[in-house]
Structures are given as structure tokens and as C-alpha cells.
């Protein structure tokens, strides 16, 4: 059984192979220790001069990696935590996603920057945040949230190796250990890939009737739409169609825009806080391109920072009940 | 001021930028530029006498008062004179403007100190490359007080990497007085990590270009990077109607002007000659510029090839 995580690392391992111009820049990322999560694991044994060691400088090391990657390297920079990405803010939105378009197409920035978002794991307020929602819609970044499907390791090799643009490649801490599901029937779920790259997922449950209701959700949140999914089809007869994009911005939303067209109803559910997130993009969206009305609710963490203790960070978070009642509400 | 067969082309250079700058400043209140622009009148001396030192394949990461730098560095006064009038022949096609510039290996950005991990990449994938270049970064006092600037330095000198840092200390950030925004000693901000510092009253475009000649064969050589202050004086307002500064202090330091200072070594005749043919091509730029074809809206692409 291959892991998210163990996957992630044998991508950097075959994207460091593949290219010499593949460098690895981060926090405690050597070995032994292999940075925070672990994803780092062996690379500096294996590739000593391309995976440097960096002071505790997230805007410093970002903007370094932009610098590289102008002048035709592939650098992958790690940032420990997601919370800490606002540190690297300013390279990100004010270099990194304006300089290639700023120069008419002179100049390119092939930067990935990963890091881990989202909770449940009791670090509280400042180290389980997912942040990525400040990084919607900036013109010029790509947005990418790995998922347990498929094969994650692919996700990111393309974003090292073929992108040409500063992609921000966001990586749920609790995904690392998850169990990766197959397109080939194994599990449970039918999945279908849409298009290649960074490809849409979606997945019913093997045999279910028609579907009445379609989620939308990314990273660790699939885990979450699919676990309820399930419990809904046994529990409550309620079959749904599970949309999991992984380009998050800009938006490709063709594969939901199908799934709406045929349930009506679409259930946005995201690890951020609500107001004035992706899903409330994804709701208005809906609205203004279907032809038809289409029902939607949300799902997102409450307006708050979030806490420590194991049952408020479970209060304030999205869950498998959450998910249930609302979706519920919304087929009723 | 000592004489040398570069003391013509040292005043060609600065004079370019100076008479560049000066028709800029003038075109404003007619309305024929639209934005903002951050002029170098007054601190040719710096850029003109800094990239003397440059080689091919040398790299410029500039800031927001980037002409100076970018004409000293070789760009086209064409080509910034269309860029800043907003025509399709711009650097950048209109999408830059007065500080976004990237042509060849020049580099500017509005965003204070934000250049600088730039520009510390951009060495550290020059060594990878053993292209044995330097990569010349320009800021001024003000942007001492961004943090990120201390990350930089850290990380150049751990990487014993070829930088060399000009900080042009006009005295003021804005409209503030130097005084009121900076603690402690400029070179010892760079001596802290291990970068040695040199400093000069940059009047003397020669003192300046010898210095930055001394001073690069040993970043050149993989070093590490070095750092050259040099207090210098903008005759013009930071922007453009923005000067809150005593004329007084500003007729002191036009007494002092770099620009006459050398002027006042070259015979008459070989000036007047130099003078003429410099406001020629000033004009011609600019009248070039200006019926060049307007920036199309139609030209405007969305990034990633998404509008969102």
C-alpha cells in the first residue's frame, strides 16, 4: 500500500533523476531528519547538492526560488507549515505570478511551492489553517491540491517538470498517511480522470443508481465527501457524484458543471473558513453559468481561528456529519 | 578629477539619463504619460559608474527608480520612452510601465526589497551554471527597512554567492529624512554577515567606477558578495509633485551636481558636440516613441490561460 506521502517523495526522487535542474530548497529538510511531514525523506542522502538546507526565511527562500527558476532551474521549495506561506505572500503575488506576464512573455517562473495545509491535528490556531483561499484567483498562480487518488506523485512531477508557471501545490497534513485509491475498481468508488495534467476526478460509488446529488470537494475534503458518501447510501438511500478538482485556481469546472446539470444540486465543501472562500466562488459560478437553477449549499470551517483542544478544533472544522445534514437539507 | 579616454563616454552616459529624465519630468504636466515615474536626476553617477564593471552575461535587478540602471546597463531609450507612454514598442508592451522592467538580463520590480531573494537565486543558479557572472542589485536606504532584505544578505553570504549589492543612499525615503527611519550604520548591516562593505560620497563617477572595479573580480571569482554604499542625492521629487524637501538643501547638493563635476573636465568643444548629440537622440526617442502605435487592449492575454 503506497501512501500520499510515500508517493510525493518518490516523485521528488524521480523529478530530481529526471532533470538536473531540479533543486529542492527547505526548512530541516535533511536527512536524517527529512523536514517536517517526512516528504523530504532521503533526498539529500541521494542528491547532496541539489537539495539545500535553508535558514528560517520562507519569503527569503521563495523568492530565491523564483530567482532560480528565471534563470532556467526547476527549484521545488517546501514551507514547513501552510499557515507560514503568508510569510512568502509578497514573492508569490507581487514576483512570482506578475514577472512572466509583466514582460510580454520574456521571462518564466517554473517554481513549485509545497506545503501543508489543514488541521486535525491539534497544532492549533497558527499550524492547521488552509490558507490557500488567499491565493484564489491571484492572476498568474496556479493553485493545486493533491488528493489520495490516483497517483498524487504525478500530480507533482508535473508541476516540477512540465509546468512553466509558479504553481502553489497545496499537500492536507492528514493526507500524508492516507492510502492512495486506484482508478481500477479495487476500492469501493468508480473513478473516472478528466483530462490530464491536473486532472478532475469523479467518483460514485460502484453501482449506484443515479446520483441526486453532487459534492465538490478538494484534498483532505474529498476523504471526507467519500466517507459520507458512503454512510449516506447505506444509511439514507442518498447517492451522490463526488467532483474532485485539483486545479483550484484558475477554475476548471467542466466536470462539475456536467455533474450539476444532471443532479441540480451541488454541495461545495472546503477545510477553509467560508465567507469569502473557494465555495463561495464555486456557489456563484454555478449560478451564473448553468442554465438551469441549481441548488447549493456549503460547507466550511466556522468564522473563527482554529483551536487546539481536540474536541474544538472538531467543533470548528468540516465532518462526515456536517456533510450528511447538509446534504440532506438539500435533496429534501 | 582625474582625465582617462573614458571621461567622454562617462559623460555621454550620464548626460543620456539625465536629459532622459529631465523630458520625462516635463511631459507630465502636459499629460502625455500617464501613471507615475521615479526619476534619477542627480544619481547617474551611481549606475553609470557601478556597471562600468559589468561583463557580458552580467546580471541588473533594479527597483522602482530603474531608467538610470536600465540605460546605463545598455537598454533603448526608445524602447523605455515607449514603455512609459504606454505603446505597443515598450520594453514590456505597455504592461509594465516605469517600474515592471525585464529585457535581457535586467531585472526591476516596484516592490521594495522583495528583488532581493530574487536576485540571490538568480546567483545561486549563475554558480550552478559556472557562468562566472555577477548579479548587480540596486536598492536604496529606504528599503533597509524591509525585512527581507536581512534574509537575503544572510543567505548570499552563506552561499558565498556573486552578489554585488549597491544601496543608493539619496537620503531620503520618500519624503522621510533618512534620520527618522534608519537605526545603526549602513555597512554594518552587511558586515554583520560577513559582507564586506565599502562606502562613498558619490560625486565622482570615477571614484565609483574604480571602486566597483576593484570590488568585482573577487565576487567574479566566487567570493562571495560584496556591497558598496554610496550617498548620493536626487535633485528631483521621489515621484513627481511629492518634494516636501528644503530648497535650500537642495541647491547645496546641485552645487555638488556628479553630472558638472565632470562635465567640467572635458574641453568645451568636445562637450557642446557630446550635448548636442545627446539631446538629439533624447528627441528622436521620444518623438519615436510617441508615434509608435498605442498598447492594444487586444493584446492583453490572461495568465495560466485562464481569466480567472
Given at each position: 500500500?503506497?501512501?500520499?506521502r ?5 516523485a521528488?526522487?524521480?523529478c ?11 526548512e530541516?529538510?535533511?536527512?536524517p ?7 523530504a ?7 547532496s ?18 530567482g532560480?527558476a528565471?534563470?532556467?532551474?526547476r527549484?521545488?521549495?517546501?514551507i514547513?507549515?501552510?499557515?507560514f506561506i ?22 518564466r ?7 501543508p495545509?489543514?488541521?486535525?491535528r491539534?497544532?492549533?490556531p497558527t ?12 492572476a ?9 487518488l490516483?497517483?498524487p506523485?504525478?500530480l ?6 512540465e509546468?512553466?508557471?509558479?504553481v ?25 480522470r ?35 458518501m ?10 451522490c457524484?463526488?467532483i474532485?478538482p485539483?486545479?483550484?485556481s ?17 454541495l ?14 464555486v ?5 451564473e ?5 441549481i ?7 466556522l468564522e473563527m481561528p ?19 445534514n ?7 | 578629477?582625474e582625465h ?26 502636459g ?5 507615475t515615474?521615479?526619476?534619477y ?6 549606475a553609470?559608474?557601478v ?9 541588473v ?21 515607449a ?19 525585464k ?10 526589497g ?7 537565486g538568480?546567483a545561486?543558479?549563475e554558480t ?5 557572472s555577477?548579479?548587480?542589485?540596486f536598492?536604496g536606504?529606504?528599503?533597509?527597512g ?9 543567505m ?8 554585488f ?5 539619496n537620503?531620503y525615503?520618500?519624503s522621510t ?5 534608519l537605526?545603526g ?10 559582507i ?11 571614484e565609483i ?8 573580480p ?17 535633485f ?12 535650500k ?12 563635476l565632470?562635465?567640467?573636465g572635458?574641453?568645451n ?8 548629440e ?8 521620444y518623438?519615436?516613441a510617441?508615434s509608435d502605435?498605442?498598447?492594444?487592449p487586444e493584446s ?5 490561460g485562464?481569466a480567472s
Open positions: 500500500m503506497t501512501t500520499v510515500e508517493s510525493l517523495n518518490e521528488l526522487v524521480a530530481l533523476q529526471e532533470s538536473p535542474e531540479v533543486y529542492f530548497l527547505g530541516d529538510i535533511l536527512d531528519y527529512g523536514g517536517a511531514f517526512k516528504v525523506d532521503g533526498l539529500s542522502t541521494q542528491f547538492d541539489r537539495v539545500i538546507t535553508t535558514p528560517v526565511s520562507e519569503a527569503g527562500i521563495v523568492g530565491v526560488g523564483i532560480m528565471l534563470r532556467g532551474l527549484p521545488v521549495v517546501e514547513m507549515f501552510g499557515d503568508t510569510l512568502a505572500a509578497d514573492q508569490l503575488i507581487n514576483h512570482a505570478a506578475k514577472i512572466r506576464w509583466m514582460s510580454g512573455d520574456a521571462a517562473v517554473p517554481l513549485v511551492v509545497r506545503t495545509m489543514g488541521g486535525g491539534g497544532y492549533g499550524h492547521s489553517q488552509s490558507l490557500e483561499k488567499h491565493f484564489l484567483g491571484v498568474g498562480l496556479r493553485v493545486v491540491a493533491v488528493p489520495s490516483e497517483d506523485g504525478a507533482l512531477c508535473n508541476a516540477v517538470l509546468d512553466d508557471d509558479p502553489l501545490f497545496v499537500e492536507h497534513k492528514l493526507l500524508y498517511p492516507s492510502a492512495i485509491l486506484p482508478l481500477d475498481g479495487r476500492g469501493d468508488f468508480d473513478i473516472v478528466r483530462s490530464n495534467g491536473y486532472p478532475d476526478y469523479q467518483l460514485q460509488l460502484h453501482r449506484s443508481p443515479k446520483p441526486s446529488l453532487t459534492l465538490v470537494a478538494y484534498g483532505y475534503m474529498a476523504e471526507l465527501a467519500r466517507e459520507a458512503r454512510s449516506m447510501a447505506y444509511e439514507k438511500e442518498i447517492f457524484e463526488l474532485v485539483t486545479q483550484i484558475p477554475f476548471k469546472l467542466e466536470s462539475l458543471y456536467e455533474s450539476a446539470a444532471q443532479t441540480k444540486r451541488v461545495v465543501i472546503e477545510e477553509g473558513s467560508q465567507t469569502m472562500g473557494w465555495g463561495a466562488e456557489s456563484a459560478r454555478l449560478h453559468d448553468m442554465p438551469s437553477t441548488k447549493v449549499g456549503r460547507i466550511g470551517a482554529i483551536p487546539a483542544a481536540i474536541q474544538l478544533e472538531a467543533a470548528a472544522l468540516p465532518s462526515v456529519e456536517k456533510i450528511m447538509m446534504a440532506v437539507a438539500l435533496v429534501a | 578629477m582617462s579616454p573614458e571621461h567622454a563616454d562617462l559623460y555621454r552616459k550620464m548626460l543620456r539619463i539625465r536629459l532622459f529624465e529631465e523630458r520625462l519630468l516635463d511631459l507630465f504636466p499629460g502625455q504619460i500617464y501613471g515615474t521615479h526619476t536626476i542627480g544619481q547617474e553617477a551611481n553609470v559608474g556597471l562600468a564593471a559589468m561583463q557580458e552575461g552580467d546580471l535587478v533594479s527597483n522602482h527608480r530603474c531608467h538610470g540602471h536600465f540605460l546605463a546597463y545598455g537598454g533603448s531609450m526608445h524602447a523605455l520612452a514603455e512609459l507612454l504606454g505603446r505597443e514598442t515598450g520594453i514590456c508592451g505597455g504592461r509594465g510601465g516605469s517600474q515592471h522592467i529585457w535581457q538580463e535586467f531585472f526591476a520590480n516596484g516592490i521594495l522583495g528583488t532581493v531573494p530574487i536576485a540571490v538568480m545561486f543558479a550552478t551554471k559556472q557562468r562566472n555577477v548579479v548587480f542589485t536598492i536606504d529606504g528599503t533597509l524591509e525585512g527581507v532584505v536581512y534574509e537575503s544578505l544572510n548570499a553570504s552563506l552561499w558565498n554567492l556573486p552578489l549589492f549597491v544601496v543608493e543612499n537620503r525615503a520618500q529624512p533618512v534620520e527618522l527611519n537605526a550604520d549602513i555597512c554594518a548591516r552587511f558586515e554583520a554577515f560577513g564586506s562593505a565599502m562606502e562613498l560620497e558619490a560625486r565622482d563617477v570615477f567606477m574604480q571602486c566597483a572595479r576593484e570590488n568585482t573577487s565576487v567574479r571569482a566566487g567570493e562571495g558578495p560584496r556591497a558598496l554604499i554610496l550617498h548620493t542625492y536626487r528631483a521629487p521621489h515621484s513627481k509633485g511629492d518634494d516636501t524637501r528644503d530648497p538643501e537642495i541647491e547645496q547638493y546641485r552645487a555638488q551636481d556628479p553630472l558638472q565632470l562635465a567640467a572635458i574641453e568643444e568636445e562637450r557642446q558636440q557630446i550635448e548636442k545627446v539631446a538629439e537622440e533624447i528627441a528622436e526617442a518623438t519615436n510617441e502605435p498605442q498598447a492594444d492583453l492575454t490572461f495568465p495560466l485562464g
